[in-house]
């Protein structure tokens, strides 16, 4: 279904440094076209890490021709952070001609991934995010765990219990999926934080700041509303609509919501430092 609303601000073009702020902002390499769904993801981001929508965050779009490539960027000096947004495209399927902006986002979101593990950039990819960072390393998905529209237990691996990010975390939490790929065989030096039943790698730290996750921390029970009426017969079949509507809205996801907050208060950081 196509996204109609516009975003809370613009994803096209890069927005100057505020003199005003006492922060670096963090930089959000959007994915997804424009829309409820973009919306709410600005909005998700904005609220659980207590970021100023416009100065806090810097969005550029990766589908727009005409924004800056983020890999190209200073990432170190002028951004506390780099989050990578999910997206309604996927990877892999090379049997389709993908649209000049498809291809456009392909490369630039891999280029990118490959920079900030490269140079241990504080990053947090959710769902697309965590997918590119395995492919920009040579990495593989799989198409044969992915998940529907629901809120899937997670349990904090050993190494999970140690991390700085995750270690707060309860032993086992719940959040939002949503996604037909996953993650195949994990490249480089890949920690799994997170686990899940059926989708085994959930969450994923490379090197001491770059971190990754399968399922969507930001994502709210009323932001999964938002995706479930958009995704109808995409990732559920609309007649089960009401079930998916019950299942989701009884989960308490709030545990998950908190790592957007966690990642945020641990890597912002002052201006020029």
Request: charged share 20%; net charge negative; proline share 6%.
């Given at each position: 279904m196509s996204e109609t609303l516009t975003t809370l601000a613009p994803a096209g073009t890069l927005s100057p440094a505020f003199s005003t702020c006492m922060t670096a902002p963090f930089l959000m390499a959007v994915c997804r076209p424009p829309g409820t769904i973009a919306a709410d993801e600005q909005a998700m981001i904005s609220?659980?890490?207590?970021?100023?929508?416009?100065?806090?965050?810097?969005?550029?779009?990766?589908?727009?021709?005409?924004?800056?490539?983020?890999?190209?960027?200073?990432?170190?000096?002028?951004?506390?952070?780099?989050?990578?947004?999910?997206?309604?495209?996927?990877?892999g399927h090379h049997h389709q001609d993908p649209a000049p902006e498809q291809r456009r986002l392909t490369e630039r979101v891999l280029r990118l991934a490959a920079r900030l593990v490269a140079e241990d950039v504080p990053t947090l990819g959710l769902c697309f995010g965590l997918q590119a960072i395995v492919l920009a390393l040579g990495g593989t998905l799989r198409d044969d765990v992915g998940e529907d529209l629901q809120a899937p237990t997670m349990t904090v691996t050993e190494a999970g219990r140690r991390d700085p990010l995750t270690r707060n975390l309860t032993s086992t939490f719940r959040a939002y999926v949503g996604h037909s790929q996953s993650v195949g065989e994990l490249p480089g030096d890949g920690v799994v934080l997170a686990t899940g039943?059926?989708?085994?790698?959930?969450?994923?730290?490379?090197?001491?700041?770059?971190?990754?996750?399968?399922?969507?921390?930001?994502?709210?029970?009323?932001?999964?509303?938002?995706?479930?009426?958009?995704?109808?017969?995409?990732?559920?079949?609309?007649?089960?609509?009401?079930?998916?509507?019950?299942?989701?809205?009884?989960?308490?996801?709030?545990?998950?919501?908190?790592?957007v907050t966690d990642f945020v208060e641990r890597y912002r950081r002052p201006v020029g430092n």
């Open positions: 609220q659980w890490g207590a970021l100023h929508p416009l100065h806090d965050l810097t969005l550029v779009s990766l589908l727009d021709a005409g924004a800056p490539d983020p890999a190209d960027l200073d990432l170190a000096r002028d951004y506390s952070g780099v989050i990578i947004t999910g997206s309604p495209f996927g990877f039943r059926r989708c085994p790698i959930q969450m994923v730290r490379w090197g001491r700041h770059v971190y990754g996750t399968q399922f969507h921390p930001e994502i709210t029970t009323a932001g999964m509303r938002v995706r479930i009426e958009a995704y109808g017969d995409t990732y559920y079949p609309a007649a089960e609509r009401a079930a998916v509507l019950e299942r989701c809205d009884s989960a308490d996801v709030t545990a998950a919501n908190r790592l």
